[in-house]
């Protein structure tokens, strides 16, 4: 897929498809965390749709692709640190049960495989604009991938100590 087209209309697809799984799963989780995480990200996803949706309306038109700082702007990467130290939540203090585990696991693999598709689609274009802008979104969607593997990692782990258990 060397198209650039291709690739944001790919992408916009990742991103719809993301939206509507953490909009789905809000109300199944029953970590508090992972609640607000879900509904953080379905609207993060959203954003990132409507920026590659702007994308690839601007390669659609002949106008090339967006510069960095327009790209940029309203985006923040550092959303989830941010909102936990305002909310001032306390992750020790929030316990997740055994049916929150599929559900990050899920999270953590569709972040996973949204950054890894980033990753290689800076490949496939020769516009140093382009490559910026997906760089950008590959960082975007690693940051979201360590989180959600931070938190599956706790939820493991915090289960494992409740059900007697100890692998080491």
């Known amino acids: 897929m060397n198209n650039p087209k291709e690739i944001i209309a790919f992408a916009m697809n990742m991103e719809k498809q993301g939206q509507k799984f953490y909009e ?4 199944q989780v029953n970590n508090t ?8 990200l379905a609207e993060t996803e959203k954003e990132h749709y409507e920026i590659l949706e702007k994308q690839l309306n601007q390669l659609n038109a002949g106008t090339g692709w967006m510069s960095l700082e327009e790209f940029q702007s309203g985006n923040d990467p550092e959303l989830f640190k941010k909102r936990q130290q305002a909310e001032d939540i306390d ?5 997740y049960t055994l049916s929150d585990l599929s559900v990050l696991r899920m999270a953590y693999l569709i972040e996973n495989d949204f950054a890894e598709y980033y990753l290689k689609a800076i490949d496939q274009v020769d516009d140093e604009e382009g490559k910026k802008m997906l760089k950008t979104l590959y960082e975007w969607e690693n940051e979201h991938r360590r989180v959600f593997h931070e938190a599956y990692q706790e939820a493991m782990q915090s289960n494992w100590f409740e059900q007697g258990f100890a692998p080491f």
């Open 33 to 40: 965390d992972a609640k607000r995480w879900f509904e953080t």
């Open 24 to 27: 789905s799963f809000v109300q």
């Open 91 to 95: 992750p020790n203090d929030n316990k």
